[in-house]
T-cell receptor, first 115, second 111 residues
């Protein structure tokens, strides 16, 4: 069964350092999502791609976060510089399209700890 | 987006059916009900979704009331591995497809 891949699974960094997370969606899925989940809360969307284009980044803190999906396949989410409040689980999900009939499938996530 | 209301927590005995309710009284005609669960420290796992009719798959059954204002997720024979946070999400078509998660229901399956 095809799965969404993410790496690394865990990342510990010091504040002011740069970090990057990678996501490889299910093959053929045009829509890719990055969510952030703070401990004890549900995931919240950071950015959404349709192929290589950003369709929603309204909740992405653009002063320090960036995301790209250059060839419309895998994607990278970067934080520079990291802050203590960025400690969270970063989840990637993908779906065939953005239609509400197409199921989103999630990867295992990257747990970020900022010291 | 339609808001959902779920109990904060529920217990269930191992081997018994777990019935998880969800209220979505403001749901519109083209909005689907999705259920995901999240086992500790893992990514959310898709369970099932539906529009009007009841749905069943290998994991669970979804019962949607005729007026669509509420639904129930049924795990027919709960096991300890079903202990997780269960999220009921109403998904709007044309809203970029993002999922809006609430607090969910923490289901504890007990031996």
């Amino acid at each position: 069964e095809a799965e969404v891949a993410q790496s690394p699974r865990y990342k510990i960094t010091e504040k002011s350092q740069a970090v990057a997370f990678w996501c490889d969606p299910i093959s053929g899925h045009a829509t890719l999502y990055w969510y952030r989940q703070i401990l004890g809360q549900g995931p919240e969307l950071l950015v959404q791609f349709q192929d290589e284009s950003v369709v929603d980044d309204s909740q992405l803190p653009k002063d320090r976060f960036s995301a790209e999906r250059l060839k419309g396949v895998d994607s990278t989410l970067k934080i520079q510089p990291a802050e203590l409040g960025d400690s969270a689980m970063y989840l990637c999900a993908s779906s065939l399209t953005e239609a509400n009939t197409d199921t989103q499938y999630f990867g295992p996530g990257t747990r970020l700890t900022v010291l | 987006d339609a808001k959902t209301t779920q109990p904060t927590s529920m217990d269930c005995a191992e081997g018994r059916a777990a019935n998880l309710p969800c209220n979505h009284s403001t749901i519109s005609g083209n909005e689907y009900v999705y259920w995901y669960r999240q086992i500790h420290s893992q990514g959310p796992q898709y369970i099932i979704h539906g529009l009007k009719n009841n749905e069943t798959n290998e994991m669970a059954s979804l019962i949607i009331t005729e007026d669509r204002k509420s639904s129930t997720l049924i795990l027919p024979h709960a096991t300890l591995r079903d202990t997780a946070v269960y999220y009921c999400i109403v998904r709007v078509d044309g809203n970029t497809g993002k999922l809006i998660f609430g607090q969910g229901t923490t289901l504890q399956v007990k031996p």
